[in-house]
């Protein structure tokens, strides 16, 4: 085959042991992508400060979450592989842009099983633009691919945050879960603001101008908070909901720096006081349930909205390994024109 695709997800710990979330800590946040800081002083922060203490605390998360078979992510990712290639005769694998199986390694294992590899599709499985998320795994390809497998010729599939197919997905995913009388929020993995900034390609659009998310630029193609703000725009839509039952907020904040709001965990504490007692959330910069989704959302969330007068809670999947999304993913690497 001189055709093939691979999927590229964030990654994972190998075990939920204290050196391994440490390793896999550190592979994460010393990428320039995520702590976007001079190196000496992301070393400092990360390696002199970060690495010393958060390793327990998210070991002992990440223990809440994990399966039998292993980390949920990997878990569900292999899954979700392994239906996507019933739907695609093109040699499909699965890669992770932090830990294992790595980029480099998938890459060499597909040109060990296919010699004659001349091009690849890569998905980065983000459906939103970021440079902590659908950036770093480009450039990262690009990287390997470079140095390691010259003449390999990449095609990148771009954010689908408003393709129809992907939009459908995702709405028929929150419709068999959202009961009717829920208030849905829609939570977003958060980024700093100056990551929006800094990926303003015209330098001078995002944050400068005044409701710059709804005003037509050429930032809206990089810019993070304007795609996720269509995202909901178009579920809500495809749902047929009410204006008032439905909203937009971010998650997973580190740090001091302003990131983009509004924040999750407030709005946890703050909608059963303004009426909305009843909760669904669903988390689309996510597409396979994670330590992000099924604890900070799904036990932490889930324990603050209650705590702060919610009545029910109702999390939705992520979309995971759903026959619709494996389809839809086999389809995007059958149309692929290289």
């Known amino acids: 085959m001189k055709k093939a695709a691979v999927l590229i997800n964030l990654g994972s710990p190998k075990s939920t042991e204290v050196k391994d979330v440490k390793e896999y800590l550190g592979e994460f946040l010393m990428d320039d992508h995520v702590i976007d800081f001079p190196k000496w002083a992301r070393t ?59 980029i480099y390694n998938t890459l060499k294992t597909m040109t060990e099983e296919h010699p004659d590899l001349e091009e690849l599709y890569v998905v980065p499985l983000y459906p939103h633009f970021a440079m902590s998320s659908y950036e770093t795994v480009v450039d990262r390809v690009k990287e390997v691919a470079a140095k390691d497998f010259p003449g390999l010729k990449l095609t990148f599939k771009e954010p689908w945050y408003d393709d129809a197919d992907y939009i459908k997905v995702l709405s028929n995913s929150i419709k068999e879960t959202l009961l009717e009388d829920h208030h849905l929020l829609f939570s977003y993995h958060g980024i700093p603001v100056r990551h929006v900034k800094k990926s303003d390609c015209t330098g001078e659009h995002c944050y400068k101008v005044e409701n710059c998310c709804n005003v037509a630029s050429q930032a809206h193609t990089v810019c993070y908070k304007h795609q996720t703000a269509v995202t909901t725009k178009l579920v809500a839509a495809e749902l047929g909901l009410e204006e008032g039952t439905y909203e937009t907020s971010y998650q997973s904040r580190l740090g001091r720096d302003p990131w983009i709001q509004p924040y999750t965990a407030q709005r946890f504490e703050e909608l059963a006081g303004e009426g909305k007692k009843k909760l669904a959330v669903v988390c689309p910069a996510f597409v396979s349930d994670c330590l992000e989704t099924l604890e900070e959302i799904n036990e932490e969330g889930k324990e603050d909205f209650l705590h702060n007068g919610g009545e029910h809670f109702q999390p939705i999947a992520c979309l995971n390994d759903r026959d619709d999304w494996s389809q839809l993913l086999g389809n995007w690497i059958n149309e692929w024109k290289a």
């Open 44 to 102: 400092l922060l990360v390696k002199g400060i970060i690495l010393n203490t958060r390793p327990k605390k998210s070991a002992e998360a990440y223990k809440t979450i994990w399966w039998d078979e292993g980390s949920p992510l990997i878990v569900l990712s292999e899954r979700l592989i392994a239906k996507v290639r019933q739907h695609t005769q093109i040699p499909t694998y699965l890669a992770m842009r932090y830990a294992q199986p790595s």
